[in-house]
């Protein structure tokens, strides 16, 4: 079955500190794929995505996110953490049985410290 | 643009009440909206997807006669939880899909119901 796997289901850096999320997908066809934030009781905010444009894709808040086909991988990365990107990231991927299904990731917990 | 509602923000019940949900795109219309369900500390699960004017599709394991979703318009689908037990208190989260876009999915704030 389809999957998307989010290696480290929490993740601590220093503010300032380079952010490093991981995502890897399963799919024989390139998928589309997303990153979503979400804040504590709140819905899902699209980060950035990709749809076989550009293979480095940069979205809000300073965010970006490189598709590795040779990897299968869509990691994303923010070169300084503030304390506002502490939140729960979640990655994305378009099914095979259709491009309007998406599978999640378990999502990944960014903890920002002084 | 691309604001997704949803109504209320938060539910309380009793067990064996029904409670409905709403979900509302507020600036775009949409052919297909979805619905999610997500536990704490975890990922969201698609619970069905729902096409304006027909029956929504329900993913394997979700109680369709208990989860009876409704897309009378492109700007709104509601979700019923029906005859509601403790073990459906979650966050029920929604997403629309712009008709102008083939992937793209805006999310609404979710919803916390809360069976007592």
């Known amino acids: 079955a389809q999957s998307v796997t989010q290696l480290g289901s929490h993740v601590s850096v220093s503010e300032g500190a380079l952010v490093l999320l991981r995502c890897n997908y399963s799919s024989s066809v390139p998928p589309y794929l997303f990153w979503y934030v979400q804040y504590p009781n709140q819905g899902l905010q699209l980060l950035l995505k990709y749809t076989s444009a550009a293979t480095l894709v940069k979205g809000i808040n300073g965010f970006e996110a490189e598709f590795k086909k040779s990897e299968t991988s869509f990691h994303l990365t923010k070169p300084s953490a503030h304390m506002s990107d502490a939140a729960e990231y979640f990655c994305?991927?378009?099914?095979?049985?259709?491009?309007?299904?998406?599978?999640f990731g378990a999502g990944t917990r960014l903890a920002v410290h002084p | 643009g691309a604001v997704v509602s949803q109504h209320p923000s938060w539910v309380i019940c009793k067990s064996g009440t029904s409670v409905k949900i709403e979900c509302r795109s507020l600036d775009f219309q949409a052919t297909t909206m979805f619905w999610y369900r997500q536990f704490p500390k975890q990922s969201l699960m698609l619970m069905a997807t729902?096409?304006?004017?027909?029956?929504?599709?329900?993913e394997q394991g979700v109680e369709k006669d208990k989860f009876l979703i409704n897309h009378a318009s492109l700007t709104l689908s509601t979700l019923t939880v029906t005859s509601a037990h403790p073990e459906d208190s979650s966050f029920y989260i929604c997403?629309?899909?712009?008709?102008?876009?083939?992937?793209?999915?805006?999310f609404g704030p979710g919803t916390r119901l809360t069976v007592t």
């Open positions: 997403s629309a899909e712009p008709t102008t876009s083939s992937y793209e999915q805006y």
């Open positions: 729902s096409n304006e004017g027909s029956k929504a599709t329900y």
């Open positions: 994305a991927s378009t099914s095979s049985g259709g491009y309007n299904k998406l599978i």
